[in-house]
């Protein structure tokens, strides 16, 4: 049996001539019992984008939408988490659109301060792309732990994303380097409170039903058990 954690990645086995009878979606699924929506306030609005800061991540595309939405007049802040061979170009980037003081680039940080991140956070953004490789995501954990914390998401039609992220429900897609639909979407979600909530709720939701790791473990035991 060959499993597969996503149905994006089930897709391309298939096309590389797996067999399909023998061939299953498993999500890995998070431990909804620790990860709980705790939210903290804050006085300004934060997009949250955690990645390693390479080309797939689609970094560059969410620092250029941000730049579109904010001014001196709007209380937004980005903040990245993590560290990569971009970094540079990237700080770079954000100078050259003199939004650097409402960047923050945190580096690596651990689990624990990420998922206090998360309870700050309006919502998170992750816009990744194919990059010129080829590489792609499968299906990002890091969505799943901020449907757990009730953070809404924006995020592309990539790889596995939209099995988590459901457009108009727990968050927004859009094309890979969508901009301007990017920073639309962005924007909708920041002047929208109500919205925000009522989207993180329906992403909390979802990761309880399909994503919850002890049904998740309990549904991979059996599987195991069958083909013993």
């Known amino acids: 049996m060959f499993v597969c954690v996503s149905n994006y990645i089930r897709d391309r086995v298939l096309e590389m001539g797996f067999p399909e009878e023998r061939t299953i979606t498993h999500y890995i ?24 800061l390479v080309e797939k991540k689609g970094t560059e595309y969410l620092i250029k939408a941000f730049s579109k939405i904010s001014t001196a007049k ?3 802040q980005l903040v990245i988490i993590g560290e990569g061979p971009l970094r540079d170009e990237l700080q770079s980037l954000a100078c050259s659109l003199r939004i650097n003081d409402r960047i923050n680039f945190l580096g690596v940080q651990n689990h624990s301060e990420v998922i206090k991140w998360m309870g700050r956070a309006s919502l998170f953004c ?19 732990e901020a449907a757990a914390m009730a953070v809404p998401a924006v995020a592309t039609y990539h790889g596995g994303i939209p099995e988590v992220v459901k457009d108009g429900e727990t968050g927004y897609l859009v094309k890979e ?52």
């Open 29 to 52: 699924g998070i431990d909804t019992e620790t990860i709980k929506p705790i939210k903290e306030i804050t006085h300004v609005k934060i997009i949250l984008h955690v990645a390693r």
């Open 74 to 76: 709007k209380n937004y």
């Open 126 to 144: 992750l816009p990744s792309i194919v990059a010129s490789s080829g590489d792609s995501e499968g299906l990002g954990m890091v969505f799943l």
């Open 177 to 228: 380097k969508d901009i301007n639909s990017l920073a639309e979407c962005l924007r909708n979600l920041l002047e929208n409170d109500g919205l925000c909530d009522r989207m993180g709720q329906a992403a909390r939701k979802l990761v309880e039903r399909e994503f919850n790791i002890r049904n998740q473990t309990a549904m991979l035991e059996e599987l195991y058990k069958e083909l013993s």
